[in-house]
C-alpha cells in the first residue's frame, strides 16, 4: 500500500524551530515530488512548498508566507522528506500534510496524503 | 498568483440530489486542475485531476468538467459517505493555490 505519514509536530513557543518528517512507504520516493500542505484549525488547505525528484533536480518551491523561514529537504536513503520550520509564528499552527505528486515536473496534482501533524504555536 | 474562487461555500443537499460545485481561476489555466475530497479529521483525498479524469477507485457519480478559467465538480446522486468539504487545485504554476472549499451538508 502506498502510504505516507508525518511525524514530529508539537506545542512549541514562537520564535523556536521545529523539524517535521514525511515518511513513504510503498513506492520508490525518490522518483517523485512531494508537497507539503497545511491546514489552520477550521480553515482551509493551504500550499507551503514542494521537492522535486532528483531527475528534476530536486529544487525547492515555498509559498511567500514561509519563505525564508522554512525550508525542505530530502533523504531519499531513508524514504523521508523534511520540512525544516525556523522562527515559528503564532499564524503557523496548523496540521501539515504531505502528499505525492502525480506529475512528474513540478505542477500537479497529489495522492496520496498523510494524516498530517499538528503544529502549535504558542506561549 | 492564481486566485482560485469556489462556489457555493456550503450547499445543503438531500442523499440523492445531484450537486454541482463550481470553481473559477482568476486566469487561465488550460485543465491544470484538480478536485479533492476531505472529510473531519481526515486527509484530503483525489477525485478528479486534469479537470475531468477520475481518479482510480473514484466513484463514476463523481465527474469534473470545464477548462480555462471554468470548471465544475459534480456528484450526480449524492451518498450518505459523500458529505464532506470538496477543494480545487490549480496545478498550472507556482504557488500552487485551493480553492477556499465547499462544504456539503445533510439537508
Given at each position: 500500500e502506498v502510504q505516507l505519514v508525518e511525524s514530529g509536530g508539537?506545542?512549541?513557543?514562537?520564535?523556536?524551530?521545529?523539524?517535521?518528517?514525511?515518511?513513504?512507504?510503498?513506492?520508490?520516493?525518490?522518483?517523485?515530488?512531494?508537497?507539503?500542505?497545511?491546514?489552520?484549525?477550521?480553515?482551509?488547505?493551504?500550499w507551503v512548498g514542494f521537492i522535486r525528484s532528483k531527475a528534476y533536480g530536486g529544487t525547492t518551491e515555498v509559498a511567500?508566507?514561509?519563505?525564508?523561514?522554512?525550508?525542505?529537504?530530502?533523504?531519499?536513503?531513508?524514504?523521508?522528506?523534511?520540512?525544516?520550520?525556523?522562527?515559528?509564528?503564532?499564524e503557523d499552527t496548523a496540521v501539515y500534510h504531505c502528499s505525492r505528486a502525480l506529475a512528474a515536473a513540478g505542477t500537479s496534482w497529489f495522492d496520496p496524503w498523510g494524516q498530517g501533524t499538528l503544529v502549535t504555536v504558542s506561549s | 498568483d492564481i486566485q482560485m474562487t469556489q462556489s457555493p461555500s456550503s450547499v445543503s443537499a438531500?442523499?440523492?440530489?445531484?450537486?454541482?460545485?463550481?470553481?473559477?481561476?482568476?486566469?487561465?489555466?488550460?485543465t491544470w486542475l484538480a478536485w479533492y475530497q476531505q472529510k473531519p479529521g481526515k486527509a484530503p483525498k483525489l477525485l478528479i485531476y486534469a479537470a475531468s479524469r477520475l481518479q482510480s477507485g473514484v466513484p463514476s457519480r463523481f465527474s469534473g468538467g470545464g477548462s480555462g478559467t471554468d470548471f465544475t465538480l459534480t456528484i450526480s446522486s449524492l451518498q450518505p459517505e459523500d458529505f464532506a468539504t470538496y477543494y480545487c487545485q490549480?496545478?498550472?504554476?507556482?504557488?500552487?493555490?485551493?480553492?477556499?472549499?465547499?462544504?456539503?451538508?445533510?439537508k
Open positions: 508539537g506545542l512549541v513557543q514562537p520564535g523556536r524551530s521545529l523539524r517535521l518528517s514525511c515518511t513513504g512507504s510503498g513506492f520508490t520516493v525518490g522518483d517523485y515530488g512531494i508537497i507539503w500542505v497545511r491546514q489552520a484549525p477550521g480553515k482551509g488547505l493551504e511567500a508566507s514561509v519563505e525564508g523561514r522554512f525550508t525542505i529537504s530530502r533523504d531519499d536513503s531513508k524514504s523521508i522528506v523534511y520540512l525544516q520550520m525556523n522562527s515559528l509564528k503564532t | 438531500s442523499v440523492g440530489d445531484r450537486v454541482t460545485i463550481t470553481c473559477r481561476a482568476s486566469q487561465g489555466i488550460s490549480q496545478a498550472n504554476s507556482f504557488p500552487l493555490t485551493f480553492g477556499g472549499g465547499t462544504k456539503v451538508e445533510i
